[in-house]
């Protein structure tokens, strides 16, 4: 493929060859003044995420075969040698998954990863996608006449038959990259192949027109080595198929410098809408902000005078190089984008975990990412983020693009939903350690890289000796198993416990106490400290009967688990999903926190439905219901049952139907109680409404029992 976006990304600094240039005039709140060359359609107005949808493993199928896309020899399993992996993706909702040769995962379960060859996988992504408001994906399509050729049209059938399922849409991306007959070929799989995908009511139209979009063209490097006449054939071409032709241009194009070749202004400006490259670009706020004024404000204001629609590039940031601090890099792209007016924007990337800038669902913690490879997880920066929080940021800022949410610079979107859910696996595992001193190789990470035939040793003769590791954020620490190598004989430590929260200041847990090892009992050994909250955890060893030193082959750290209290909200911000909504009336306003904003479902139309996704199981024995508490919301009774899942798939009736009153006298708000069930997906059921002909809510709360 020659180079990839990622080869390119690191090649351009910000700013390397442009001078300042100063903002245009905007609108009061920072607003811009440009108006759109084209009306809200599937793409203008709208939030469009790339979709690689590149990775496979042997025994799906795939014509590519073996690991594509997830090691860099893929006939070898993905392993820290052979890997292009950044992030480890959340795999507790895929159906399937593949072994690798990465260690275990630090809960001890196997690292497994998907395959978007299966249908399910995609089946997955375009649910999270409908339930997060991510409205059009953008297919990439490389070279097809290559090996990856077959795999990339199966691929398209798979991703439109998920469209259609989810009430997504989708279009056709070509990615020129290392496509050396691309203008003759792009014409000919155009209109042999991809043509033919117009036709579903999933595939994106903007001014009535199928979507499809060309990255690549004017880039400056060797992969894209094109002169202008050519790509302006190729954009010519579609145009005159009936196409609305996107440009995926470079970050300088407007001025064709640094990563942009010069001599492409007129290639540039023959497209319906632009959406230039940002990746890699910056890791920081003060570098958003300075594209926003010197090269995002004069790109819009060069597309209006063009009569050009005007997509920007936005990025959650780089996980591995720690740019997302926890959220805020992702939100302030968003805003400035929104405040500057933009047309729609452009998500790089929904899945490109061996890139590092996916939003889709990504390993929490070290407890669900492979032991000791130095992978990140969300909580990399020792804030704990949910698996789905670059989704839920997504579907806020989609909101405030469509002028569902006020524009605000401070992300509304928080890390977790109300209280973070307890940690279940090991806090140790994958996490960085020290210690006192170490006897050569026998090293303190030995002892949270899931492997019980390694193990940390001090110095030997000398005591006492301590280990500690970092949990990368404050837990409520409760209880600890510490283990030698299986087959050692049987010895006693003593041993005490300290734990500290910014590791200065440390205070005994457990006091010094003889701890037996014994390989008649698996060599392990729990020890149960006051819960206590504590972001680093020290064993400090003053004696060992069976060695003149230290010895710890494993340590874990677990935090204590209970239930969410009664008093939260579990549906608080999660993802929803509805029957129908008319106009801006979306499902995600019952769970947004404002009695004043609703779902409303389609009207003349019943059974309709409103649901909503806890995240995981709960045991839940009460939703609350609420229309607008104003007079102006007369009395109506609306018929309703609830229902529960554990799937999203297979519903059982919780709460039978029954007419439940809504009086704004009483705050226009139903209580419905019921026996206590563990369900993930809670739904409201409705099938009449006596004060208008749709299903209508603004609040659904949901307790636990």
């Known amino acids: 493929m020659g180079l990839t976006r990622r080869t390119l990304i690191g090649a351009v600094a910000a700013g390397t060859a442009l001078a300042a240039v100063p903002p245009r005039d905007l609108l009061p709140g920072g607003t811009a003044s440009a108006a759109a060359a084209s009306p809200p359609g599937d793409v203008v107005g709208k939030i469009t995420v790339g979709y690689q949808g590149w990775f496979s493993c042997p025994g799906d199928s795939a014509p590519i075969g073996g690991w594509w896309h997830w090691g860099r020899d893929r006939f070898q399993p993905p392993s820290p040698n052979n890997t292009t992996i950044v992030s480890w993706p959340d795999m507790r909702e895929y159906p399937h998954g593949y072994a690798t040769a990465y260690p275990a995962l630090g809960n001890g379960q196997p690292a497994q990863l998907f395959s978007s060859y299966d249908q399910q996988t995609v089946d997955t992504h375009f649910r999270w996608m409908r339930d997060h408001g991510c409205d059009t994906a953008a297919l990439q399509r490389f070279n097809p006449v290559g090996d990856e050729g077959p795999t990339r049209d199966a691929m398209t059938v798979k991703v439109r038959d998920a469209a259609e399922r989810h009430g997504r849409r989708f279009y056709i991306m070509y990615d020129v990259t290392g496509w050396t007959s691309m203008q003759s070929q792009i014409k000919e799989d155009w209109t042999t192949k991809m043509s033919a995908h117009t036709a579903s009511p999933a595939y994106a139209r903007q001014n009535g027109k199928p979507a499809v979009c060309i990255w690549g063209f004017g880039f400056n490097d060797d992969g894209r080595p094109f002169a202008p006449a050519p790509c302006l054939d190729v954009v010519q071409w579609f145009k005159a198929q009936g196409c609305y032709v996107i440009g995926g241009v470079p970050t300088y194009w407007r001025q064709g410098i640094n990563d942009s070749r010069p001599g492409f202004s007129e290639v540039y400006h023959a497209f319906h809408m632009l959406s230039p490259w940002m990746v890699g670009r910056t890791g920081t706020l003060d570098g958003l902000d300075w594209f926003h004024t010197n090269v995002n404000v004069p790109d819009l204001a060069d597309c209006a005078a063009h009569g050009i629609d005007y997509q920007p590039c936005v990025m959650p940031g780089d996980l591995s190089s720690g740019h997302r601090r926890h959220g805020d890099f992702y939100w302030r792209h968003l805003y400035n984008m929104v405040r500057l007016g933009a047309q729609g924007l452009y998500v790089s990337m929904f899945d490109e975990y061996n890139e590092g800038n996916q939003i889709a669902k990504t390993s929490e913690t070290q407890a669900t990412t492979p032991a000791g490879v130095g992978i990140r997880s969300l909580d990399e920066d020792g804030t704990f983020c949910s698996a789905d929080y670059y989704l839920r940021i997504t579907a806020d800022g989609g909101r405030m693009l469509k002028g569902q949410l006020a524009l605000t610079a401070v992300r509304p979107t928080p890390p977790v939903v109300g209280t973070p859910p307890p940690p279940g696996g090991n806090l140790a595992a994958g996490r960085p350690t020290s210690a006192s001193s170490q006897n050569g190789p026998f090293t303190a990470g030995n002892a949270v890289d899931g492997d019980r035939s390694s193990y940390w040793e001090s110095t030997n003769g000398v005591f006492p000796q301590w280990w500690q590791v970092d949990l990368g954020a404050a837990h409520p620490v409760s209880r600890l198993v510490l283990a030698l190598p299986d087959g050692w004989g049987a010895r006693i430590q003593t041993l005490s416990v300290q734990g500290s929260t910014d590791g200065a200041t440390f205070t005994t847990l457990v006091a010094a106490t003889a701890v037996r090892f014994d390989p008649g009992t698996g060599n392990t050994a729990t020890v149960t400290v006051p819960t206590t909250t504590a972001r680093h955890v020290r064993v400090t060893v003053t004696g060992n009967t069976g060695w ?9 750290v677990y935090a ?39 779902w409303e479902s389609v009207g003349g139309t019943f059974p309709q439905w409103v649901q909503v996704d806890l995240g995981s199981a709960s045991p839940v024995g009460r939703v609350v219901l609420g229309l607008p508490p104003s007079a102006a919301w007369a009395t109506r009774t609306q018929t309703l049952s609830i229902q529960g899942s554990t799937d999203g798939t297979t519903w059982q009736t919780i709460v039978a139907p029954a007419g439940r009153v809504f009086d704004p006298a009483t705050g226009n708000q139903v209580t419905v109680s019921f026996a206590a069930t563990s369900r993930r997906y809670v739904r409201v059921h409705i099938t009449g409404n006596t004060g208008w002909p749709a299903g209508q809510l603004s609040r659904l709360e949901v307790y636990a029992a």
């Open 548 to 556: 003149p030193s230290a010895q710890l082959a494993q340590v874990e």
């Open 560 to 598: 204590t688990t209970a239930p969410p209290p009664p008093a939260t909200d579990l549906a608080r911000g999660r993802p929803t999903a509805t029957s129908s909504h008319t106009q801006g009336y979306v499902g995600g306003n019952v769970v947004d926190g404002d009695a004043h904003s609703y």
